[in-house]
């Protein structure tokens, strides 16, 4: 099973960001120490990631607990076992559905092995996953993020993080998926964890705990 990132493990990364990266220093020093919830991963994790998908926190959590309550667990054979009006009488969309059953055929197939994605690197880890209907690039950057704890994992369309390196770099344009990607160049091999501290300083600034020194 993925280990995630100690304490050390992070406090080394964010040193070496802000050695490299200037714009990091004032991310740095305006947020508390990092630390990794590393989610359950395999099947159980990707499928979460699903249901989770466009709904709010509180509706994926509702959502989540009828489905494991009704399916008695979370395991491809479980999901396979109930058709697609049962899965909708539990919360879950007729597409969210479809999604799941179709990755937990090809996880009973051997065509993904999600209880063993950690042994390929994350350029075949991200090409295994989005070769799953439903499950687009963002999707499984997350995944490899959050349920296996990579480090270097960058998910550049995600527009809060976007946001954040505006705001990081007094730009008065956010930069889009590609410019995102680019600007992520320098904070290699540690872009998961540059990641997670600007999503930390995004949600500080947005709840009023950090004042940005310009107006965004």
């Not at 990132?5 to 020093?29: C, S, Y």
């Not at 597409?95 to 350029?123: C, P, V």
């Not at 809060?160 to 990607?181: C, M």
Request: hydrophobic letters at 50%.
């Amino acid at each position: 099973m993925p280990l995630a990132p100690t304490p050390d493990d992070i406090a080394a990364a964010r040193q070496a960001l802000v050695a490299a990266d200037p714009a990091l220093v004032r991310v740095d020093a305006q947020t508390p120490p990092l630390e990794w919830r590393l989610r359950v991963g395999g099947f159980e994790g990707l499928f979460r990631m699903i249901v989770e998908q466009q709904v709010s926190v509180a509706s994926a959590a509702s959502v989540w607990a009828r489905l494991r309550e009704g399916m008695g667990g979370i395991t491809p054979e479980l999901l396979l076992a109930h058709d697609l009006d049962q899965l909708r009488g539990m919360g879950l969309s007729r597409q969210k559905a479809t999604y799941g059953q179709g990755i937990a055929r090809a996880q009973i197939a051997g065509e993904i092995d999600l209880e063993h994605l950690a042994n390929l690197d994350d350029e075949a880890a991200i090409a295994s996953l989005t070769a799953l209907k439903g499950v687009g690039l963002w999707t499984a950057e997350a995944y490899l993020m959050m349920c296996e704890g990579r480090l270097d994992v960058f998910p550049g369309g995600d527009v809060a993080l976007q946001e954040a390196i505006r705001w990081a770099d007094g730009a008065e344009v956010r930069p889009d998926q590609k410019g995102a990607y680019a600007r992520a160049e320098i904070w290699r091999p540690y872009r998961a964890v540059a990641t997670h501290l600007l999503w930390a300083w995004y949600t500080g600034v947005k709840r009023g705990e950090i004042a940005l020194d310009a107006p965004a």
